[in-house]
């Protein structure tokens, strides 16, 4: 352990931190029901795809994602490029009953938040209702993704999972958590520092 906690105070130290910085300010700020939805919407076309094809498409539909019948947006999303169009245009839509929802989630405790996301819009799982809640000013979540896997794993800090079921990303969420209060960060910055160092990256 003592030895990843060196590893993350020398990126805390290094080009990284800047990066961090800006990025952290960019999810406090204040959004909009529509611009809430449009973050929720990333983060369902970035399950079992890459982040920069989300963004490249989120960026391509604009207010589409609000607007588009079922059928028009699955057609915008094949052309933008996404795998799984048909059954992402699914979940957008059926999503869209909960827009006026998104922000009285600010009045939840992040967990909660979590809780209530993964129960009520299909298509999200624990990372991505923790990822769309991160970028929405959740400090308190983390986004346990491959890339954090593979570096958690290859630190020894733990084994593999061969599911992340439920019970096994809290306990590995509780292990991030320690960490970061051990660097003196946030579960969010963390999980920004070890996205940087597996990918060179910092995107959103």
Known sequence: MKDFLDFIRDLKKGSARKLVEARMKEFGRE?????LFQELCFCLLTANYSAEGGIRIQKGMGKGFCTLPEEELA??????????PNVRAKYISEARKHMDSLQGLKSRSGPDAREWLVKNVKGLGWKEASHFLRNTGFLDLAIIDFHILDLLVREGLIERPK??????YLEIEELLRKIAEKSGLSLAELDIYLWYAETGKVLK
Not at 31 to 35: I, S, T, V
Not at 163 to 168: F, G
Request: proline share 10%.
């Open 163 to 168: 599911t992340l079921t439920k019970r096994k």
């Open 31 to 35: 959004r909009p029901p529509e611009e």
């Open 75 to 84: 057609g915008k999303l094949k052309a933008l490029g996404h795998r799984y």
